[in-house]
Nanobody, 116 residues
Framework: QVQLVESGGGLVQSGGSLRLSCKAT????????MGWYRQAPGKQRELVAT???????TYAESVQARFKVSRENAKNTVYLEMNNLKPEDTAVYYC??????????WGRGAQVTVSS
């Protein structure tokens, strides 16, 4: 059974940093494009960043230059390094694995709270 488990969330002050990790099990990790999404209270889930099987990264404009996504195929893990965090970054962050639209999996999410 495929599982994606996020970790590394928490409470941080504005301007601080956090690193999220997402560990995948029971899947052929390196063939999936991986992504991070977030959902704030009362808002729709939105794309934050993606990293393709080939390592190509994309970012939402709101996090460009502050967040960095990376993957370590040997550890079946994708990371999201978040710097200069702002209160508007407060959300539940979800890990996503996508097989070119044919198959997708989601983690349960990790809460990130940024205090002003």
């Amino acid at each position: 059974q495929v599982q994606l488990v996020e970790s590394g969330g928490g409470l941080v002050q504005s301007g601080g940093s956090l690193r999220l990790s997402c560990k995948a099990t029971s899947m052929t990790f390196h063939i999936y494009d991986m992504g991070w999404y977030r959902q704030a209270p009362g808002k729709q889930r939105e794309l934050v960043a993606t990293v393709s099987t080939g390592g190509t990264q994309t970012y939402a404009e709101s996090v460009q230059a502050r967040f960095k996504v990376s993957r370590e195929n040997a550890k079946n893990t994708v990371y999201l390094e978040m710097n200069n965090l702002k209160p508007e970054d407060t959300a539940v962050y979800y890990c996503n694995a996508d097989l070119h639209g044919a198959l997708a999996f989601w983690g349960r999410g990790a809460q990130v709270t940024v205090s002003s």
